[in-house]
């Protein structure tokens, strides 16, 4: 089992950052990664993560978002910069761990034109 738990989540203008953290409960030697829900809308992958910090990125937020990992404290970075109003989602970590795969309770980012 693995437990995921998020903050930095909250209300931001237009053109703001964020910082988004994700704990694991255990170490992870798979890649980890963020994903976004809007209201309406299917969860889309933001951005992933290797344990040996090879990245991948969603072309929305390329440029704009960096994804980072410290394996010695179990957890994952989203920096998000140049913040749109587009980018209004709750955010999820992802993490697999054998056969499974966990998420996190998300996180609110809300960006205000």
């Known amino acids: 089992q693995v437990q995921l738990v998020e903050s930095g989540g909250g209300l931001v203008q237009a053109g703001g950052s964020l910082r988004l953290s994700c704990a694991a409960s255990?170490?992870?030697?798979?890649?980890m990664g963020w994903y976004r829900q809007a209201p309406g809308k299917q969860r889309e992958l933001v951005a992933t993560?290797?344990?040996?910090?090879?990245?991948n990125y969603a072309d929305s937020v390329k440029g704009r978002f960096t994804i980072s990992r410290d394996n010695a404290k179990n957890t994952v970075y989203l920096q998000m910069n140049s913040l749109k109003p587009e980018d209004t989602a709750v955010y999820y970590c992802?993490?697999?761990?054998?056969?499974?795969?966990?998420w996190g309770q998300g996180t609110q980012v809300t960006v205000s034109s």
């Open positions: 255990r170490s992870i030697s798979n890649a």
């Open positions: 992802n993490a697999n761990w054998r056969t499974t795969s966990y």
């Open positions: 993560i290797t344990s040996g910090g090879g990245t």
